[in-house]
C-alpha cells in the first residue's frame, strides 16, 4: 500500500509537493528541458509515446505509462492513457480517507503534476488540401482528458498545458522544495480549462462548417492579443483579442515602427479602413474618422491618392487613421507630417520617411507585411445584450452586368468609373449613407442621417469644391424625390441606387427630367 499511494508527500492542500509528474506532448519545445529539470529535483518522470521517446534520447531516465496502468498502448496509440489507474491516481483527494482506502486498495499511484499539449488540430485543419480522415485522426482524446481531470483536481495537481509555463513551475518547485502554492495551481488550472475549451470549440467550429450555415449552436474562441490603455472612453477597460486559429485578424502581420499605444478607437477605425481600403488596387488611400470614411481615393501615385482623399474633409481628417496600399517615401511622409495623423498604415516605409514620420512621436506607425485575407464567407457577429446577431458578411455584386439603368440617358465611361467607385465606398458608410464623388476621388460624404436627405445634404455641404461633374451613390433607395434633387442642383450628373422604392417612377421621372442618368443597383448596402 505504502509503494502504491506514493506521489505526494503531504495531502495538505496549501502544501502538495510534486514527486510524481506524467509528461505527453505534441509540441516537444522544450520538453527534454522541462524533464530534465523535474528529474533534478527528485521527481519521477512518467510519459508515453513519442514524448518518452524524446526524453530517453535525451538522457532522462523515463517510466512508461503502461508501467502506472498495466495496460499497453494500443490501437496505434489511439488508447495508451485512458485506464482507471491513471485518472485515480490524478482525481483522488488525497485528504479523503475513503478515496486513499480505495487508492490503497486499488494499488494507484498518484500523480502530482500533468504536463500535456494536444495533437495539433487546428494546424491541420489549417493547411489546404486536408481530409477529414486526417482532421478526425488529429483529434486529441486522452490529453483533454488528463487535462481537465488534473485542472478538475487542482487542489492536489498541477496541470501544465503551455511550453512557456515550464521555467515559472521549476522555478517556484526548486524554491519551495517541490512545491506549487495554491494560487499557482488555481492559475494553471484556470490556463487548462481555456486550452480544452478552445480546442474543442475549434473542433466544434471545424464539424458545424462543414455541415451548417447557421448551426445550432455557435462556438468561437478568442485569444488576447494586447492590453489596450482604455476603452472607448477613459473609464472603461479594453483589450484585443484575436479569434483563435483564424488565418488573419485585424493585426496579423502587422508591426508598430512607433507613436502611442494603440488604442480601441484606433483599432475600431483601422479596421474600417482596411475594409474600404480592399476594395481598391493600388495606388489608394483611405481616411476614417470614427468608424466612417472622411475620404477615400485612387491615383496615379499614393501621394496622389493621399491628397485627393484628403481634400474631401480635411476638417474631419484630423487625427484619423490614414491606410496606404503602398509603401511611404520621403516625399509622401512629408504630406502626412503636415497633418496630425492618429494612425498610419501602410505596407512598408522607407528609411528617410521614417525619419520624417518621427517628427511626429505620437503617430502610430504600423508597417503591414501582407498576409490571408479575411474569408468573405466568414460569418460576421455583432453581440447584443445577453445574445448574438449572426448574418453572411456583405459582400460586394461585382457582377456590373446585373446593373440596370431606368433613365434615357446612360452614364458616360467617366461616370461609370466613379458611380463604382462610389458605390464600393458607400457600403462602409453608415447608414443613411451618401457618397459623392468625382475623377476617383470623394469630394463629399453623409453617414449616419435618420432620413436620407440630410445625409444628401450633409455629403453637399461637405463638399468643399462645386460638384459639377461629380456622381452620387446612396446606399439605399430613396423614398422620395427630394434627395437626389436636391445633389442635382449642386451639380451632380449621375445616380446609383439599389432602387426598389414604391415611389422609384417619381424619382426617375425627377431625374430624367433634369438630363440626369441613373442606376439601379438592386442590392442595398445598409451599415448600422
Known amino acids: 500500500m505504502e509503494q502504491a499511494l506514493s506521489g505526494s508527500g503531504t495531502t495538505a492542500r496549501d502544501q502538495v509537493q510534486v514527486t510524481r509528474a506524467l509528461l505527453s506532448v505534441s509540441d516537444k519545445t522544450g520538453i527534454a528541458d522541462f524533464a530534465r529539470g523535474l528529474a533534478e529535483l527528485g521527481i519521477e518522470i512518467v510519459s508515453t509515446g513519442g514524448t518518452a521517446g524524446e526524453l530517453k534520447a535525451a538522457g532522462i531516465a523515463v ?6 496502468t498495466g495496460f499497453p498502448e494500443i490501437m496505434d496509440g489511439r488508447v495508451k492513457t485512458l485506464h482507471p489507474k491513471l485518472y485515480a491516481g490524478l482525481l483522488a483527494i488525497r485528504d479523503d480517507p475513503a478515496h486513499m482506502q480505495a487508492a490503497g486498495e486499488h494499488e494507484v499511484e498518484l500523480v502530482d503534476l500533468v504536463c500535456v499539449n494536444l495533437y495539433p488540430f487546428e494546424r491541420t485543419v489549417a493547411r489546404r488540401g486536408v481530409t477529414d480522415a486526417e482532421a478526425i485522426e488529429n483529434i486529441d482524446i486522452g490529453g483533454p482528458t488528463m487535462i481537465r481531470a488534473a485542472a478538475k483536481n487542482h487542489a492536489f495537481v498541477a496541470p501544465v498545458v503551455s511550453p512557456e509555463s515550464y521555467d515559472a513551475v521549476l522555478a517556484e518547485l ?12 488555481a492559475s494553471l488550472a484556470a490556463e487548462a480549462f481555456a486550452c480544452t475549451a ?14 451548417e450555415e447557421f448551426p445550432p449552436v455557435i462556438v468561437r474562441a478568442f485569444e488576447r492579443v494586447l492590453e489596450l490603455g482604455y476603452g472607448e472612453n477613459p473609464h472603461q477597460r479594453a483589450a484585443y483579442y484575436a479569434q483563435a486559429a483564424a488565418p488573419a485578424h485585424l493585426l496579423s502581420n502587422v508591426s508598430q515602427l512607433g507613436g502611442k499605444q494603440l488604442s480601441f478607437n484606433n483599432l475600431l477605425d483601422l479596421d474600417a479602413a482596411r475594409a474600404v481600403l480592399g476594395e481598391f488596387e493600388p495606388p489608394a488611400c483611405v481616411i476614417v474618422k470614427h468608424n466612417n470614411p472622411c475620404g477615400a481615393a485612387t491615383g496615379s501615385s499614393v501621394l496622389e491618392a493621399y491628397e485627393c ?25 512629408e504630406a502626412l507630417v503636415a497633418q496630425f495623423v492618429e494612425v498610419l498604415f501602410a505596407p512598408g516605409y522607407d528609411e528617410d520617411a521614417l525619419e520624417v514620420l518621427a517628427a511626429k512621436p505620437n503617430t502610430r506607425v504600423l508597417d503591414d507585411r501582407g498576409g490571408d485575407a479575411v474569408s468573405s464567407s466568414e460569418l460576421h457577429l455583432r453581440q447584443v445584450a445577453g445574445g448574438m446577431l449572426v448574418q453572411d458578411r456583405d459582400t460586394l455584386d461585382e457582377d456590373q452586368g446585373a446593373l440596370r439603368v431606368p433613365t434615357e440617358r446612360q452614364p458616360t465611361d467617366a461616370e461609370w468609373s466613379d458611380l463604382w467607385f462610389a458605390w464600393k465606398v458607400c457600403r462602409h458608410v453608415r ?27 450633409l455629403a453637399v455641404e461637405k463638399a468643399r469644391s462645386p460638384l459639377a461633374g461629380a456622381v452620387m451613390a446612396s446606399d439605399a433607395y430613396f423614398p422620395f424625390a427630394d434627395g437626389p434633387q436636391l445633389a442635382i442642383e449642386a451639380g451632380i450628373t449621375a445616380i446609383i441606387q439599389p432602387g426598389g422604392s414604391v415611389r422609384d417612377p417619381e424619382v426617375i421621372a425627377a431625374v430624367q427630367e433634369a438630363g440626369v442618368a441613373m442606376v439601379f443597383t438592386g442590392r442595398r448596402h445598409f451599415r448600422h
Open 63 to 68: 517510466r512508461p505509462v503502461s508501467a502506472l
Open 174 to 185: 526548486r524554491e519551495s522544495d517541490r512545491r506549487l502554492s495554491a494560487a499557482t495551481r
Open 198 to 211: 478552445r480546442y474543442d470549440t475549434a473542433i466544434a467550429r471545424w464539424f458545424s462548417e462543414q455541415r
Open 309 to 333: 482623399a484628403l481634400a474631401c474633409d480635411p476638417m474631419s481628417a484630423f487625427g484619423g487613421v490614414v491606410c496606404l496600399n503602398e509603401r511611404v517615401d520621403r516625399v509622401l511622409a
Open 431 to 457: 447608414s443613411n449613407a451618401i457618397v459623392l464623388a468625382r475623377d476617383g476621388g470623394t469630394v463629399g460624404i453623409g453617414a449616419g442621417q435618420m432620413s436620407r436627405v440630410d445625409s444628401v445634404r
